[in-house]
């Protein structure tokens, strides 16, 4: 099943068969943001990682648009007033390998559709992959991971990531943007790890 979700003959959500490449009919009907504390997501890891994954593929760019619309939707209903989108990023060579950050392009349609600017705020430096090590010191983040490129002009800001597993990745932007003067981050991911459905 992963397989041919890969390939997009299957819904990368629900396995069901697709007409189209992206996601089936009826798991697009079912959209619909959820919200908790200062974050909006999809739902639950067990139920959105196949999409999660198919989004780190070429083939995963047709999952953007209907993911990241719904998200939008999520936070113009939060009343959060954001002012500008930005991406949790990935390492410059992780990038070069997909030729995309997954994160940035959900960001950059969010922002489209809140017809907010979208700013290339954030670098990430090299640190060995978060899945090997375990939970606890996942949850703590070594501090300067995340550095500005840029001093940010807006105050209320979304941060924009594939998973929120536990929360560490978006407290560290957090600190890193209230540092230079934000003084709201909010999140929109699509899976939580935590299921909270
Ligand atoms: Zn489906």
Request: glycine fraction near 8%; hydrophobic fraction near 45%.
């Amino acid at each position: 099943m992963e397989f041919e979700a890969l390939l997009g003959a299957r819904c990368p959500v629900c396995g069901g068969g697709l007409y189209a490449p992206g996601i089936c009919r009826s798991c697009r009907k079912r959209l619909r943001a959820k919200r908790w504390q200062n974050l909006v997501y999809l739902g639950g890891y067990r139920r959105w990682r196949g999409a999660v994954r198919a989004l780190k593929f070429k083939g995963g760019r047709r999952l953007v648009a209907p993911l990241a619309d719904a998200l939008a939707e999520g936070v113009r209903a939060s009343g959060w007033n954001v002012e500008a989108v930005t991406a949790v990023p990935t390492t410059w060579w992780r990038a070069l390998l997909r030729g995309y950050n997954p994160a940035e392009l959900l960001a950059r349609r969010i922002a489209e559709r809140l017809e907010l600017p979208f700013v290339r705020l954030l670098a990430r430096r090299y640190t060995p992959s978060q899945t090997r090590r375990r939970r606890d010191e996942r949850a703590r983040m070594k501090a300067g991971t995340f550095f500005l490129l840029r001093e940010p002009e807006h105050r209320r800001w979304l941060l924009v990531d594939d998973v929120w597993t536990t929360g560490a990745t978006f407290r560290a932007v957090e600190r890193v943007l209230r540092a230079a003067g934000a003084e709201a981050v909010y999140g929109a991911v699509i899976a939580a790890r935590e299921e909270r459905d």
